[in-house]
């Protein structure tokens, strides 16, 4: 149990029976009055978005999360399914839970699944991946236009742009907080 | 940790405000900071300190001071409220307080705009501060505005209907604050009357307390009030609000008795409590408390 002194950016507590992230917070406290916490918190099921104000007494269940290490199986047209390595329990989350996620999954990856409840609600990938490069223009030796980078084709389908000495059939490595290239990776 | 620049500014300010007041003839007082019986206050809760307490402001002592007889007093010191953190608040706080007799909360305004002009100009800041990209102009009256009036302006109801719908802080918070000292700082005063724990009715209108609060672009800095001097009727606040803390079951501390007594001595005055850090922050453009003092809780 909660109570509004400790909520602060970054918890996450449960209203009516679903899980919220605070990602705004404000302390504030009138001249002689009574102090006021001001949220905005985002529902971590819908995505919704909006803002309360607590008072010192209000409390709140924490929100029943877990985390589990499951791997990626396969994709059966917007379905997503992973199992747990050690259960051998399988789950499934939609294309929409996954987000930008599905740029950075492929078969037998070790992710990370949020469990509300029990129910699956979001997966986070590894913070670095390698994928191959299925489609890259050839690099113009003697180039010298200027343009630094060159957009690439990945095994996901994800585009990003890498450096021009990138090619075809080539490992690169990718930051999945940002989406952005990291390096080449030596075969 | 803050810039040593800022370092140099809260400094300086604290010694500018020493000037300002013995320039004009208060005497500067310590009063313990260590103390029985801090003030019942709903919704400040003190913390204690062995059987006693930490201080919530020097309020009492200072004003037992008054009562015996000097006339003007200050004082620079730290105060402690429990629970009280944000970006613009610390649990242990710098806090300047005056207090001087034959004098009303006007008398208090006017004064407020001298030292802060006089606090400008040892700052080099000039006739104006810019607080969030904000230029507020120090210069020539500040703006003067009754609390029923600032509710009418600015809120989306009136005054006395969120007091009866129990919202008047987050009404006050969400709407009138952030349009407050915008232009010059702004007075806001003549709240209602259960909101002034401390402060004298206004002769005359027994449903407003003649008390105030300095805003300098939504920031709240200072509240001041003419001083109730009535024994019996403070007592009876005091009551009020300790079997309200009682219930949410706080401890309320023993009853001020000293204090009490003294008040029976003490004749019209006014007095005031300034946010020190808060100032540093205007007066620095600072925009959270942390970046104006040495270390905060969770840096020591």
């Known amino acids: 149990m909660y109570t509004a002194s400790d909520l602060r950016k970054g918890l996450k507590i449960s209203i009516d029976g679903e899980p919220y992230i605070v990602t705004e917070f404000q302390f504030a406290k009138p001249g002689k009055g009574q102090a006021l916490y001001r949220t905005k918190m985002r529902n971590m099921i819908t995505g919704n978005s909006f803002e309360r104000t607590f008072r010192s007494n209000d409390k709140f269940e924490k929100a029943p999360l877990e985390e589990r290490s499951m791997q990626f199986l396969y994709a059966q047209g917007d379905e997503y399914h992973f199992m747990d390595t050690q259960s051998y ?17 492929i078969d037998n990856m070790e992710v990370d699944v949020l469990l509300f409840d029990g129910r699956p609600i979001g997966v986070t990938p590894p913070t670095f991946v390698e994928l191959s490069v299925t489609t890259a223009d050839p690099w113009a030796k003697g180039d010298t236009s200027g343009t630094d980078t060159k957009p690439v084709t990945v095994e996901t389908g994800y585009v990003l742009q ?23 990776v030596k075969s | 940790m803050p810039s040593a620049r800022v370092l140099w500014q809260r400094a300086t300010l604290i010694q500018t405000i020493r000037a300002f007041f013995v320039d004009r003839g208060y005497l500067e007082v310590d009063t313990p900071v260590r103390i029985p019986a801090p003030a ?96 507020v102009a120090l210069a020539g009256p500040w703006e003067r505005l009754t609390v029923a009036e600032a509710f009418r302006r600015h809120g989306s109801m009136s005054a006395a209907q969120a007091l009866a719908g129990g919202c008047f802080d987050e009404v006050l918070v969400g709407e ?18 259960e909101l002034g724990a401390l402060a004298r009715l206004k002769p005359g209108d027994a449903t407003v307390a003649e008390r105030f609060e300095i805003y300098v672009a939504g920031l709240e800095l200072a509240n001041g009030f003419s001083e109730l001097t009535d024994p019996v009727e403070q007592r009876r606040r005091f009551e009020y609000d ?59």
């Open chain 1, 162 to 184: 890498v450096p021009p000495f990138i090619e075809e059939g080539e490992k690169i490595q990718i930051d999945t907080r940002t989406g952005e290239y990291v390096t080449r």
């Open chain 1, 89 to 105: 329990e399988q789950m499934a989350l939609s294309k929409e839970q996954l987000g930008d996620t599905i740029n950075f999954l």
């Open chain 2, 242 to 300: 300790r079997a309200r803390m009682a219930q949410l079951g706080r401890n309320p501390g023993p009853m001020p008795e000293p204090f009490l007594d003294a008040l029976a001595h003490l004749g019209p005055a006014a007095g005031i409590a300034l946010g020190v850090d808060r100032l540093v922050m205007v007066m620095a453009g600072a925009d959270a408390m942390d970046q104006v003092v040495p270390f905060t809780p969770e840096t020591l």
């Open chain 2, 40 to 135: 019942p206050e709903l919704h400040i809760e003190a913390e204690p300190a062995g059987e006693w307490f930490l201080q919530t402001s020097p309020e009492l002592c200072m004003k037992r001071l008054l009562a015996a007889g000097l006339p003007r007093i200050f004082q620079i010191c730290k105060c402690f409220r429990r629970h009280e953190r944000g970006s613009r608040h610390l649990p242990e706080f710098t806090m300047l307080e005056w207090y001087r007799s034959d004098s009303d909360y006007h008398d208090l305004m006017v004064e407020c705009e001298e030292l802060f002009r006089f606090l400008a100009d040892g700052l080099g800041l000039g006739g104006k501060i810019t607080v969030a990209g904000q230029e």
């Open chain 2, 176 to 193: 009138i604050e952030p349009r407050l000292g915008l232009v010059t700082p702004t007075f806001l005063f003549d709240y209602p009357a």
